[in-house]
């Protein structure tokens, strides 16, 4: 939790200094290109992170042919068809850097299953969650070019991720080439893409809809707000081994436990951050307060659901995954034909995204029996 906070913290003090130093209105433009280059990510993924942390966590292994080919050959493939394909519908955007920084997004992800699969928390999750943004502001102390540098940042994190991964000496246990290549999930890919998609939506869309400064301060709203659901990321984390091996076993008392831990992790952090959050609304400027609130209570509703993308993504549910999140994205976008302002958007996306949680608890549950709320944690 620890770690976690201090990758919330970087995250933060890189954002409030990138919004300083360009100003809201192309703070606001950067980030709007950056999450761009994020829901790219998982689309040259095809699924790899997602499924290497399964196959590297679930008791078999990965040959080095499978690694090459989800870490680097099949998302460079999808990266040059992007390149060629996406300038043909808009051509005023820098697709170049926008997919070079996707594929080097998902290698850090990808290394940073490897890394959670030896055997580090810690690390992986700073490579995974704190690598990305932290390359992109040292790439706007050096220049205006910030998604081209950030690439050459992120590639740098890669190598020093892929040495300390060689060094560990019980690699060969779950890296070999008796060990299958896994093959696309498509399942996997659209879940990873849908998440992806579903955290970035109210900014793009919300870019299209609201000024460069308005959604410059949306986005820092937004970002403040995620810190109540940071424990819920840590709970993902910690818990992965533990679900992913249940499952394999066919334990379904181990797989209720292993949810339980994950909600126990997510929970009290959780809404104590949620207190703080509250007790900060009347300290901030006119307008912003009703926009926090709304966002606040969109966090630790995540919270109360801490367990469901996990057990669904590492239990052979990962369609129900993409299913929730599609419903999900397409209710914000059924909502944002009512957003006229931060507040207005603030609400279509809490909306959308409780009603993709809530979804996927009832079909986990329908399904196997198991609660992954935190109501499962008063029984």
């Known amino acids: 939790m620890a770690a976690r ?34 829901v790219a990510a998982p689309v040259v993924s095809l699924g790899g992170p997602l499924l290497l942390l399964r196959a590297l966590t679930d008791g078999g292994g990965v040959s080095p042919a499978g690694l090459l080919l989800h870490m680097v050959t099949l998302p ?63 790439a706007a102390l050096m220049t205006d070019q910030y998604l081209s540098f950030a690439v050459v940042w992120l590639g740098g994190f890669a190598i020093v991720a892929i040495i300390w ?27 990873s893409v849908l998440g992806v998609g579903l955290s970035q939506v109210d900014i793009i869309v919300g870019g299209a809809i609201l000024s460069p400064a308005q959604i410059g301060t949306y986005v820092v709203l937004r970002r403040v707000a995620n810190l109540v659901a940071l424990p819920v990321s840590v709970a993902t984390w910690v818990s992965a081994n533990a679900v992913s091996k249940s499952y394999a076993a066919r ?37 912003a307060p ?24 590492l239990c052979g549910m990962a369609h129900l995954s993409a299913i929730s999140r599609a419903v999900s994205l397409l209710a914000y976008l059924g909502l944002a034909a009512f957003v006229a302002g931060p507040f207005e958007n603030a ?14 608890w009832w079909m ?13 944690l008063g029984r």
């Open 5 to 38: 906070a201090a990758i919330v913290a970087v995250n933060f003090g890189v954002m409030i200094w990138l919004a300083y130093w360009l100003g809201f209105d192309a703070f606001g433009s950067l980030a709007v290109v950056w999450g761009i280059a994020l």
């Open 76 to 138: 460079a493939a999808v990266a040059v068809i992007g390149v060629l394909i996406c300038p043909l519908f808009l051509p005023l955007l820098p697709w170049v850097s926008i997919f070079g920084a996707a594929f080097a997004i998902n290698l850090l992800t990808c290394l940073a299953s490897l890394m959670r699969a030896l055997g580090s928390v810690n690390m992986s999750m700073v490579l995974r969650d704190c690598g990305p943004q932290v390359g992109l502001g040292l």
């Open 165 to 191: 991964a060689w060094q560990r000496p019980h690699r060969g246990e779950i890296i070999d080439a008796s060990y299958p290549i896994p093959g696309v999930s498509p399942s996997l890919w659209g879940t």
């Open 251 to 287: 334990d379904p008392a181990g797989l209720r436990a292993a949810s339980k831990l994950g909600n126990r992790i997510a929970l009290f952090p959780g809404f104590a951050l949620f207190l703080l959050g509250v007790m900060v609304l009347p300290f901030l400027p006119t307008r």
């Open 290 to 313: 009703a926009v926090f609130a709304a966002l606040l209570g969109g966090a630790v509703l995540q919270v109360v659901f801490a367990s469901g993308f996990t057990v669904a993504t």
């Open 347 to 360: 609400l279509a996306y809490v909306g959308a995204i409780t009603c993709g949680s809530a979804l996927l």
């Open 364 to 376: 986990i549950w329908q399904r196997v029996g198991v609660d992954t709320s935190a109501f499962a």
